[in-house]
C-alpha cells in the first residue's frame, strides 16, 4: 500500500543536499578527465623520449657523418696531390694511390674503398689489414624453439648481395658525378653503415672515388635503445600507479556502494550510509548522495507506509467492534425500538466501513495515478465549473447547495497537471464543506488569479475550525465532527489526499476561519494555489 503522504517530496526532510557541481573547460565529467589525463601521461613519457632520442640518434648519426666526410676530403686531397699523373690528360697512379690509402685509413675504426674513374675497386682497407668479420653466433636451439627476450642489438640478417652492389654502385655513381654522397646504407655483413664518397678531383677531372664507412650505427641505434629504457620504465610506472589510483578513486567506492546496496536488500539496512564518500567533489560523490538520498527516502516511505497500516487497522478496528457488538446484542434485545436502534448503528457502521475502504483505496492507488499519468494543460475553470454543475445536477431539496462565483474575467486560468487527482481535490473540499454546513445551506466555490497563481476557494457556513486545528486537520484519520453531524460521514483521509495531491502539483492548500464583525466566526475557507502554466 503506497504512503498517503509523501508523494511529490522529491527528498528526505532534513537532507542536505549539496547542489551537484558542473564543470567547465575540458568535455567528460571530472573522473573522465582524470582517466584521460593519467593514460596520457605514460604515452607523452614515451613519445617525449622517442622524439628526444630521436633528436640524439641524428644528431650522433650527423655527427658521424661530419667526421667521415671531413677525413674523406682529407684523403681525397692527398690523393689528388700525390697520386696524379700525367698532363694534359691527368690520370690516377693506383697503386701509389693505394699505398696512401693504406698509410692514411684507419681499418679499426672504419672500412676505405678506392674506385677509378670508371667505378671500378681499385683499392680495399679490408684487403690490406686482411680484416676478418668476426661475430658470435647465436646459441643453438631446437627446430620448434622461437627467440625470446629484448635485443638491444638487432640480428645482422643474410642481405641481398646484388642489392648491396647496386646500392654501393649508385652512391659510387653520384660521386663520380662530382657530388658529394653522404648518407646510411646497408653492408655487405647485413648491418647498417655511415656512408660518405668524395670525388678525388684534379681541377674538373674526376679520377676516382674514395668512399669511407662506419659500422657503428648498430651501436648508436642500441645505445638510444638504452637510453629508451628509462622512459620505458617511467611509463610503466606511471601507468601502474594511475591503475592503482584509479582503483581507489572509483573501483573500490563502487563496491563499496554496492555492498552496501546488498544490505539494504537484505534488509540489514533501511538506507545507504557511506559519509566520507558523500563528501568528494566528483561523479562518485554526486552518486553517493544520490544513492544515500533515494534509500532515504525509500526508507520514509515505508515508515510512512507502516504508519499508514497501523492507522488503517486502528480505524478498521473501531466500526468493527461496533459492528461485532451490536450483531452479538441483536439476538438479545426483544425491544422493537431498541432493535431498530441496534440496526441504525449496523448500517451507520456499514457506511463509515466502506467510506473508509474507499478513501483507504484511492490513497492507496495516488502514488501510481500520479506516477503513471503525464501531466498536461488542464483549464481550471472549465474543470471546477464542470464539477460543481454536476453537484448542482444531483442535489435533493433540503441538502446544501454548491454554487460557482469565479471572479470576473477569471473563468479560463490554465494549469499544468493532472485532471483527475485535481477534481479530486475539489470534490474532495466540496464534500467536506457541505458535511459540516447547515442543512439547506450553500458551499461557494470561487476562482481568481493572483500574480500567475491560480487560486480555488471552497468557502462554508459552518461552524469553522478550531484555531489549534488548523494544520491538524490535514493529518491522516483525523475527524472533527459537529453536533448533528451524521457518524461515518468522514474517513479523516479526504483532506489528507487533497492536500497531498496538491504538494505533487507544486501548489499548496490551506484553512482557514471567515471572520465577521466582532471576529465571530462565519465560516471555514479552503484555498488551493496552484502556479498557473506559463503562455
Known amino acids: 500500500m503506497a504512503s498517503a503522504t509523501d508523494t511529490g517530496s522529491p527528498e528526505p526532510a532534513g537532507a542536505a543536499q549539496r547542489p551537484r557541481r558542473r564543470y567547465r573547460g575540458l568535455p567528460g565529467s571530472r573522473l573522465g578527465r582524470l582517466i584521460l589525463a593519467l593514460n596520457l601521461l605514460g604515452l607523452a613519457v614515451l613519445i617525449v623520449g622517442a622524439l ?24 681525397a686531397s692527398i690523393l689528388n696531390q700525390a697520386a696524379t699523373v700525367g698532363e694534359p690528360e691527368p690520370a690516377m697512379d693506383a697503386a701509389l694511390a693505394t699505398e696512401l690509402l693504406q698509410t692514411l685509413s684507419n681499418p679499426r675504426a672504419q672500412r676505405a674503398r678506392l674506385f677509378d674513374s670508371h667505378g671500378r675497386l681499385v683499392a680495399d682497407s679490408d684487403w ?13 636451439r631446437g627446430r620448434d624453439d622461437t627467440a625470446r627476450g629484448f635485443d638491444l642489438l638487432p640480428h645482422a640478417r643474410k642481405p641481398d648481395s646484388r642489392q648491396v652492389e647496386a646500392t654501393l654502385a649508385r652512391e659510387v655513381g653520384v ?25 678525388i678531383q684534379h681541377v674538373r677531372a674526376v679520377l676516382g672515388v674514395v668512399t669511407l664507412e662506419a659500422s657503428d650505427v648498430d651501436a648508436i641505434i642500441a645505445q638510444e635503445r638504452r637510453a629508451l629504457i628509462p622512459f620505458i620504465l617511467i611509463a610503466i610506472s606511471v601507468t601502474v600507479a594511475s591503475s592503482l589510483l584509479l582503483n581507489s578513486l572509483v573501483a573500490q567506492p563502487v563496491l563499496r556502494m554496492a555492498r552496501a546496496a546488498d544490505r539494504v536488500r537484505q534488509a540489514r539496512a533501511r538506507a545507504i550510509s557511506l559519509p566520507d564518500l558523500a563528501k568528494r567533489d566528483d561523479e562518485v560523490g554526486d552518486l553517493t548522495r544520490s544513492l544515500e538520498a533515494m534509500t532515504q527516502s525509500l526508507s520514509e516511505r515505508m515508515d510512512a507506509i507502516e504508519s499508514f497500516a497501523a492507522d ?9 467492534t461496533s459492528l461485532r457488538s451490536a450483531v452479538e446484542t441483536l439476538d438479545l434485545v426483544t425491544d422493537p425500538a431498541a432493535r431498530d436502534r441496534l440496526l441504525n448503528v449496523l448500517k451507520n457502521d456499514v457506511q463509515r466501513l466502506d467510506r473508509l475502504v474507499t478513501d483507504i483505496s484511492n490513497a492507496s492507488r495516488l502514488d501510481a495515478e500520479l506516477s503513471r499519468d503525464q501531466p498536461r494543460l488542464v483549464d481550471l475553470g472549465k474543470l471546477v465549473g464542470d464539477i460543481v454543475a454536476l453537484y448542482q445536477a444531483t442535489a435533493k431539496p ?98 489528507s489526499i487533497a492536500r497531498q495531491i496538491a504538494a505533487a502539483h507544486g501548489g499548496t492548500l490551506r484553512a482557514e476561519n471567515r471572520t465577521g464583525a466582532e471576529g465571530k466566526v462565519l465560516g471555514a475557507m479552503f484555498t488551493l494555489i496552484l502556479p498557473e502554466a506559463a503562455g
Open 128 to 140: 690490406m689489414a686482411d680484416a676478418v668479420e668476426r661475430r658470435e653466433l647465436p646459441p643453438a
Open 312 to 320: 488503517v487497522a486502528h480505524e478498521i478496528r473501531n466500526p468493527l
Open 52 to 75: 628526444v632520442l630521436n633528436e640524439l640518434r641524428q644528431g650522433l648519426v650527423n655527427a658521424r657523418i661530419d667526421s667521415l666526410s671531413t677525413q674523406g676530403e682529407l684523403i
Open 175 to 199: 660521386a663520380l658525378q662530382g657530388r658529394r654522397w653522404a648518407g646510411m646504407r646497408e653492408s655487405d655483413s647485413g648491418r647498417r653503415v655511415v656512408s660518405v664518397s668524395i670525388p
Open 398 to 495: 433540503g441538502e446544501v447547495q454548491v454554487t460557482f462565483s469565479p471572479h470576473l474575467g477569471m473563468e479560463a486560468i490554465t494549469v499544468l497537471g493532472r485532471e483527475g487527482p485535481l477534481s479530486q481535490i475539489v470534490r474532495n473540499l466540496i464534500d467536506n464543506a457541505r458535511s459540516f454546513s447547515p442543512p439547506g445551506d450553500a458551499v461557494t466555490v470561487g476562482l481568481l488569479r493572483v500574480r500567475g497563481e491560480a487560486i480555488v476557494t471552497v468557502s462554508d457556513n459552518g461552524p469553522g475550525i478550531p484555531p489549534e486545528n488548523l494544520e491538524t486537520i490535514f493529518e491522516r484519520f483525523y475527524t472533527s465532527r459537529p453536533k448533528g453531524a451524521a457518524f461515518g460521514g468522514n474517513s479523516g483521509l479526504g483532506l
